[in-house]
Nanobody, 111 residues
Framework: QVQLVESGGGLVQPGGSLRLSCVVSGTILSIDVMGWYRQAPGKERELVTD??RYAEFVEGRFTISRDNAKKTVYLQMNSLKPEDTAVYYC??????????WGQGTLVTVSS
């Protein structure tokens, strides 16, 4: 049973940076697609990146990376804006299996 645990969220000032981590417990396969979504208060969940493309609102500020040896996916977020405030969720998509989601980590961008 694969489980995902995110960390790295917190309070940051506008223009600051955060790096989110998503650790996979269980086996991670090369065919697994991992990415990030976010959900802002009162809004629907939206895709941040599916590892090959980024949402338009990212505007080159975020970078996803993956370390299979550590079974961890990262989301480096720079030049954060107040509108980036949201709960960030990582997910794992494996062909033939149910999609797996983490519990989320809260990012608050505020002065």
């Amino acid at each position: 049973q694969v489980q995902l645990v995110e960390s790295g969220g917190g309070l940051v000032q506008p223009g600051g940076s955060l790096r989110l981590s998503c650790v996979v417990s269980g086996t991670i396969l090369s065919i697994d697609v991992m990415g990030w979504y976010r959900q802002a208060p009162g809004k629907e969940r939206e895709l941040v990146t599916d590892s090959t493309r980024y949402a338009e609102f990212v505007e080159g500020r975020f970078t996803i990376s993956r370390d299979n040896a550590k079974k961890t996916v990262y989301l480096q977020m720079n030049s954060l804006k107040p509108e980036d405030t949201a709960v960030y969720y990582c997910y794992l998509r494996r062909p033939g299996s149910r999609e797996v989601w983490g519990q989320g980590t809260l990012v608050t961008v505020s002065s």
